[in-house]
């Protein structure tokens, strides 16, 4: 029991609002911010469609992979629409926590009985739906305008690769948001992060005889694990369901790495003003 | 789990000591705070107050001591407790902030076993009418009415208020007073951190002034004011010394730069002699003035002590 401010006396407790509900709260929260921020929107949906748009207009010729000759478009479109979830999940999830916590929010999160995993589980969900909507955009595209093909057979392969590859870039974009020194560098470092990966993952051209160390780290990386086996389910020289379950395991280690190392080391105080505070007591 | 009967402090703290690596923040202070009162802490930047105001909303953890709020340990407490306190926060978290108020305060509400309604907040805080105005196109002292609605949407029994007033114009500073006195006449405990004594001494039941990471007082504002003393000052007429002041002035006064200054327990009968002198002789006093026992003398005696037993800061 206690007192409440009116001298009445209620009982103390009642029921949590769900969690579910909660972590809709947030994810709504966190799209509002998206959609309302020309930014993030340029770079999650807006570059990648413009990469696609020049790829379909300058790599116009078939190719024969012994089924006939297919269309480039066919090989390069589920690559950039691969790199197009991974860089939304990894930057809407990194760069949107990590400027959320200078500026304080976090911090004013934590100070809510909001649970913690509700609020970062409905940023990974927000920024999964944006990755969904950037990669629907550049298939709508390539259907429309450069003549991909879509095999119903192996749409489940295609969807499962995309929730195995989105949800992990998520969990690195958790990484990212618990080492990024502030919200200002968070955009350097997962741009210094992804970009370079994605010159090695065949995303853009498949590498023709890359030397033996670029081909390695393109393989440790998750992000050519993610464009092939997204790929494969688009791929003409791929036979129904196309499931690839090795690259979706290396994908799922770096997820759950990352979510790990965010377990670990993810913090909610603004760190500009610790260090300023520091400063001012010595 | 919980206890909040007027018996128990809302706040209890021993012994609390916390360093960011070399440098020690609060260096051991201890201090209770009662159900339903206005509790300040004063004192100027850097002297901890933040980092204790922190370790009681639990977004910090002591180095040692104790410490309970609402009888929960805030270092390891969970949602229960969180329901139950409101931090008004001095970031800048909203400035760049693309949400409107009535979103905001929606989402914020959302986490809360019994939130407040949401335009009962707004009005508390006088944003009628700024429902749907998006939190970066307020002005700052409307963005810190914002900041005290998401404290209340949740309509909690103990209050944190970090320097609720700093920046805000005398008129701002005036209606965030009232409303923290409404807040108290509903029963909350509210613990405020200020570096405006006017505001300690007109918002708080009692004031504790930190001082390098210690309470160097802790006592109601009137308490604090020690010495009881009026200051009367006026310039000594021309070709006048302290002699030729009647005795009663004669014997306390001091003359610095032409100005006689004195302190005094009975200003009225000495000013009486005073004013009876002046008038004998036709001389009008310039510059006179009666000044009643302020906090501030208080305060900054306080924390110039402060300063000299604190070498590292």
């Known amino acids: 029991m206690r007192t409440s401010r009116a001298g009445a006396t209620t009982v103390d407790g009642g029921a949590w609002p769900s969690w579910g509900r909660l972590a809709w709260t947030s994810m709504r929260g966190q799209n509002r911010t ?9 770079f999650t949906l807006g570059l990648p469609l413009i990469m696609l748009v020049l790829f379909g207009s300058l790599f116009t010729w078939d190719i024969d992979v012994g089924f006939g000759p297919v269309p480039a478009a066919q090989f390069y479109t589920p690559g950039l629409a691969a790199f197009t979830a991974a860089n939304a999940a990894l930057l809407n999830v990194g760069i949107t926590l990590a400027f959320q916590r200078q500026f304080g929010f976090l911090k004013r999160i934590r100070g809510t009985p909001l649970p913690p995993s509700a609020f970062l589980g409905g940023a990974v969900v927000s920024s999964a739906w944006i990755a969904l909507l950037g990669t629907l955009i550049m298939f709508v595209v390539g259907v429309l305008f450069f003549d991909v093909g879509i095999a119903a057979a192996k749409i489940p392969a295609a969807v ?36 370079p990966m994605a010159f090695v993952s065949d995303v853009f051209v498949p590498a023709e005889n890359p030397p033996d160390w670029l081909r390695i780290l393109g393989d440790v990386l998750p992000l050519k694990h993610f464009s092939r086996a997204f790929s494969a389910a688009f791929h003409p020289a791929v036979a129904a369901p196309g499931w690839r379950g090795a690259d979706l395991a290396i994908m799922v280690a770096w997820g759950v790495g990352g979510a790990l190392l965010a377990w670990r080391f993810f913090d909610w105080m603004p760190r500009v003003a610790t260090g300023r505070r520091a400063k001012q007591e010595a | 789990m919980s206890d909040s009967s007027p018996t128990t402090p809302a706040v209890a ?22 159900s339903g009162e206005v509790f300040a802490l004063l004192g100027p930047n850097g002297a901890g107050k933040s980092t204790t105001v922190e370790i009681l909303e639990g977004h910090r953890s002591a180095d040692s001591g104790d410490v309970s709020v609402l009888g929960f340990d805030p270092a390891v407490a969970g949602r229960e407790f969180r329901d139950r306190v409101g931090i008004v926060l001095q970031e800048a978290t909203i400035d760049t902030s693309d949400v409107t108020v009535a979103e905001a305060l929606d989402s914020f509400g959302a986490a809360y076993r019994h939130p407040r309604d949401r335009d009962e907040v707004i009005e508390m805080v006088g944003l009628t009418g700024k429902q749907n105005v998006r939190l970066k196109t307020l002005s700052g002292g409307q963005q810190r009415r914002v900041d005290m609605a998401l404290g209340l949407i949740g309509d909690p029994d103990l209050i944190f208020l970090d320097e609720p007033t700093t920046g805000f114009d005398p008129e701002a500073r005036r209606a965030a007073w009232e409303m923290v006195k409404d807040l108290r006449s509903l029963g909350r405990t509210i613990i405020l951190t200020t570096h405006y004594m006017e505001e300690a001494e007109y918002l708080a039941d009692r004031v504790a002034v930190l001082m390098g990471g210690r309470i ?25 010394c302290s002699a030729d002041l009647p005795a009663l002035v004669a014997a306390a006064v001091e003359v610095s730069e032409g100005v006689a200054a004195l302190s005094t327990e009975r200003p009225t009968a000495l000013l009486a002699e005073l004013a009876g002198w002046a008038v004998a002789r036709g001389i009008e006093l310039a510059e006179l003035t009666v000044n009643p026992p302020g906090l501030e003398d208080a305060y900054l005696q306080l924390i110039g002590t402060g300063g000299e037993l604190d070498d590292a800061d």
Not at chain 1, 165 to 181: D, E, Y
Not at chain 2, 13 to 34: C, D, M, N, T
Request: charged fraction near 10%; proline fraction near 8%; include cysteine.
């Open chain 2, 13 to 34: 703290v021993r012994g609390l000591i916390k360093s960011y690596g070399p440098v020690q923040a609060v260096r051991g202070i201890s201090f209770e705070v009662a």
């Open chain 1, 34 to 42: 998206f959609w309302r921020n020309p930014v993030p929107v340029f």
């Open chain 1, 160 to 195: 499962v690769s995309f929730l195995v590859g989105t949800l992990s870039f998520a969990g690195l974009g958790l990484a990212l948001a618990a080492f990024a020194p502030s919200g200002n560098t968070a955009p350097a470092l997962a741009n210094g992060v992804i970009l």
């Open chain 2, 216 to 240: 160097v007082a802790c006592a109601a504002p009137s308490q604090l004011l020690g010495s009881e003393k009026s200051t009367v000052r006026f310039r000594l007429p021309d070709g006048a």
